[in-house]
């Protein structure tokens, strides 16, 4: 029998709307445990480089975890990989809600997609009964819309539904996938599913996932329950509020935005407002917010309150969670009435939350600097908000200068030209990330924004606090029920670490260790992404209830997988290395993978070639960032070794490149 | 002229307005109904539903009562602060009108028994799971009547006697105790 995960997956080849299921290999589950693990497997084996995104060969392939669907607390995520429009590498988006572990209950891990319907389409997963079922009727209609529709006619109100809206039918690079209060929004994954001429994905599932060793596993579940209770009584002290406790930043809960509003950047990330946060605007947004929120909300099995449901007078209900609060605001400038309420129409439309701001922001500075012209805005209103509005309209319908917009603020740069790429100053590896700019480098950052593979900082960081604390009483105090490091050197790092002098950044915490600091946080997010384990019990916040000690049990009592921290610390480094093999088969290297210019105002060239080398051999990488074949062959990917070899990325006789390529080339 | 008689009523509370919709109580009951205990999970086994419409704001964590063999001959739909419910709601019942509170195998009925078990629980799981505090467990001693209620069988039987008379009536008991025993 099967443990945890059902052993079976579902294929769907929507070119010729074939249905079959598919019973997995277990050792794959040794080895490369579920959700990202074995996603990556399947790309690796299954998408060649050769494929583009658009192409009807790519795979969108919807990961259950290998605990989704178990009484583990929190574990409900849906991983999506596919090859991003936007970046051209892997896109690995997830997203929590209740669909992973619907699809758990109906007998599958994983719904993977290929080839492209002519028709628009949506799939109806009902325990064994699978249909492609026509969507023509809901063509052009809202991502929350159509999971109403979907629910009614199927007369299923416990399906669960995962949908596109006009942005994801129009392949829009920053489109998402959204699913009642979480969406999976980064890399335009939703493109990729437009493309397929896939408007939804509904399941409804009634069979049993089964516990290895019952009791054992309870108890676990029940330890962090306790610990959840225990840390939501007792906040981290000594931090910010929104980093002193579990979850994702509880920006629903909050009504105190001081930290972002004059930390983040507002505008195209360009503009700090020091004294923005006064008794007026305190005042005003929390009667907004108080009169448009109706409820905190949760995902399935969890306790945490990090969504709500949105009431704005005049328009639908949604749903909403974490800094999508702010970032339609700050970008325009504006108020918090109006970024709740255009998030409204920019959720139906199914759009990133971080990245369709930004990409609106960089549009008019663009205007404003007369790069893009009267010409390109023809009808373009001129009150600053209604032009946020126009501005969505036409990138979600493509139409006009929404059609260059649509691709992000990269490609519109390199097909707007003019110099326009100067505006397109705050993406790394072409995706758009927090409208964030600071001071001082800081390493442990550095090395996370530039080599982080999903292309955004909160899906790397955490567990390290972000800054060091004032006294040295403040870190003995913190360290002393600090039991989730993986080893007492962390302790050490943090104690050390002062605000300013010889111990503090960018010198140290020293590169040896910022490269263990940032391997230490990086592995925990793998590991979530792979369980289904929501990162705001485990890898994104300080002190979490799950952790590298725990994470074994919960394996394998849960799975039946014999496993020691050891051994989860190797598989995570096998598909995390697989991650990076992918890519570096689609063109990725070292040059791609640098922090915006203009990141921090105080840069350190040699710092960052030293931290950049360093942390190369660490994970076991060449110089360009390519895993050594010695690396590789340690982690069991002999076969990816064969094919870099095959391909001329690594030659027989060393580990350096036989020819350097880059990513940069045109979508066809 | 009853016996008084101590009796334990077992109460949970449920407060809609905190339920934040996660279904943990669903996770917990089915695994602490599965068989060999918590050894599998399918919320659709479980004794304890939400009815959820986020974007209605609904959220009514629902226990699954007595089976019904037949079902009702009408049905109820509540609006309650402008927000309408579905049909039946509110009913605890195990019944053919729906799916609800059945064995998704056999359809057999199922029903809430507040997690009995030896050793006992220190209250159901599903309330311990419930961080949000939506269900709150209560105990009380109630002093009851044990009544013999023998006015109440002297009338039911005298209507019998007047319909189908004493003889017919008592020749009907005295076959059909023959039968229960035989």
């Known amino acids: ?668 | 002229m009853g016996e008084k008689k101590k009796k334990i009523v077992k109460t949970i509370r449920v407060d809609v307005d905190k339920c934040n919709g996660c279904r943990a109580c669903e996770v917990a009951c089915s695994a602490f109904h599965a068989a060999p205990q918590y050894s599998s999970n399918n919320p659709a086994r479980s004794r304890i539903r939400v009815i959820r419409d986020p974007l209605k704001d609904i959220y009514v964590p629902v226990y699954a009562g007595e089976h019904a063999k037949s079902e009702c001959m009408g049905r109820d739909k509540y609006t309650i602060d402008g927000k309408e419910y579905d049909e039946c709601a509110f009913c605890r019942a195990s019944c053919p009108s729906r799916d609800l509170f059945k064995e998704p195998d056999s359809g057999l009925p199922l029903k809430c028994d507040m997690c009995e078990s030896d050793p006992a629980l220190s209250e159901p799981l599903c309330v311990q799971w419930c961080l949000a505090d939506a269900l709150i467990y209560e105990e009380r001693e109630e002093e009851v009547e044990e009544e013999v209620k023998a006015e109440e069988l002297e009338t039911g039987l005298e209507s019998l006697v007047n319909k189908y008379g004493m003889d017919k009536l008592m020749e009907t008991v005295a076959r059909m105790s023959i039968s229960k025993k035989g």
């Open chain 1, 1 to 668: 029998m099967r443990y945890a995960e059902t052993g079976f997956n579902l294929e769907v080849d929507l070119s010729r709307g074939n249905i079959e299921r598919v019973a997995t290999d277990p050792r794959d589950t040794e080895l490369y445990l579920g959700g990202l693990g074995t996603n990556a497997k399947i790309l690796w084996d299954r998408v060649p480089p050769e494929v583009e995104p658009f192409s009807p060969d790519n795979l969108l392939i919807f990961g259950a975890g290998l605990l989704c669907g178990t009484p583990a607390t929190g574990c409900n995520r849906t991983i999506v990989s596919t090859i991003s429009p936007q970046t051209l590498l892997m896109a690995f988006s997830m997203m929590g809600g209740f669909w992973a572990p619907e699809l758990k209950y109906a007998g599958y891990d994983k719904v993977i997609i290929r080839g492209k319907s002519p028709d628009l389409v949506y799939l109806w997963i009902n325990n064994d009964k699978v249909e492609i079922r026509d969507a023509s009727h809901l063509r052009g209609k809202g991502a929350g819309e159509t999971a109403e529709l979907i629910r009614q006619e199927l007369k299923e109100p416990k399906a669960q539904v995962a949908a596109i809206g006009l942005a994801g039918e129009n392949r829009v690079y920053f489109a998402s996938i959204e699913q009642g209060r979480s969406s999976a929004s980064r890399g335009g994954i939703g493109a990729v599913m437009g493309d397929k001429g896939l408007k939804a994905v509904a399941v409804r599932g009634t069979k049993d996932i089964n516990i290895a060793r019952p009791a054992e596993f309870m108890e676990l579940c029940s330890e962090v329950l306790k610990y959840i209770k225990f840390r939501n009584e007792n906040p981290v002290p000594g931090v910010m509020p929104i980093l002193a406790g579990l979850g994702s930043p509880q920006e629903m809960a909050v009504h105190d935005e001081k930290w972002h509003t004059e930390n983040f950047m507002w505008g195209n990330s360009r503009t700090r407002r020091k004294d923005f946060w006064n008794q007026e605007v305190a005042q005003k947004w929390t009667e907004t917010l108080d009169k448009m929120r109706t409820r905190l909300i949760s995902c399935y099995n969890c306790p945490m309150k990090c969504g709500a449901t949105i009431s704005a007078p005049g328009l639908p209900t949604y749903m909403m969670k974490c800094f999508s609060k702010l970032t339609y605001t700050m970008a325009a400038m504006s108020d918090l009435d109006f970024g709740l309420r255009i998030a409204q129409r920019a959720t139906e439309y199914g759009v990133d939350g971080f990245s369709a701001p930004q990409v609106m922001a960089f549009g008019l500075e663009l205007y404003e600097a007369g790069i893009l012209t009267d010409q390109d805005m023809a009808g373009m209103p001129s009150v600053n908000e209604e032009r946020f509005y126009w501005l969505l309209d036409r990138i979600v319908r493509r139409e006009g200068i929404g059609d260059v917009l649509a691709n992000g603020t990269h490609w519109a740069a390199q097909q707007i030209g003019k110099g326009a790429d100067a505006y397109a100053h705050n993406n790394i590896k072409k995706h758009e990330q927090l409208p964030l700019k600071l001071s001082m480098l800081n390493p442990i950052y550095f090395l996370m924004y530039a080599t982080g593979e999903k292309i955004n900082i909160t899906q790397i960081e955490g567990q390290f606090p972000q800054a060091p604390f004032a006294t040295r009483e403040e870190r003995e105090a913190f360290v002393k029920d600090w039991f989730q490091v993986p080893d007492e050197k962390f302790k050490h790092y943090l104690l050390d670490w002062e605000p300013r002098g010889e111990k503090s950044i960018p010198y140290y915490p020293t590169v040896e260790m910022s490269c263990h600091i940032v391997d230490w946080q990086e592995r925990m997010h793998y590991i979530d992404d792979a369980l289904g384990m929501c990162s705001g019990l485990s890898s994104f916040p300080l002190k979490p209830p799950y952790h590298i000690h725990n994470y074994p049990k919960f394996i394998s009592a849960g799975a039946g997988i014999d496993m020691d921290e050891a051994k989860l610390t190797q598989a995570a480094k096998r598909y995390r290395t697989l991650v990076r093999a992918i890519n570096i088969r689609r063109g990725m290297r070292r040059a791609d993978e640098k922090p915006p210019e203009n990141h921090w105002k105080k840069r350190f060239p040699e710092l960052e070639k030293e931290l950049l080398d360093t942390y190369y051999e660490f994970k076991g990488w060449n110089s360009q960032g390519i895993p050594t074949k010695a690396s590789l062959h340690e982690f069991g990917l002999d076969y990816v070794a064969e094919d870099f070899v095959k391909r001329g990325i690594l030659t027989d006789s060393e580990d350096e490149p036989s020819e350097k390529t880059s990513v940069e080339k045109e979508l066809k």
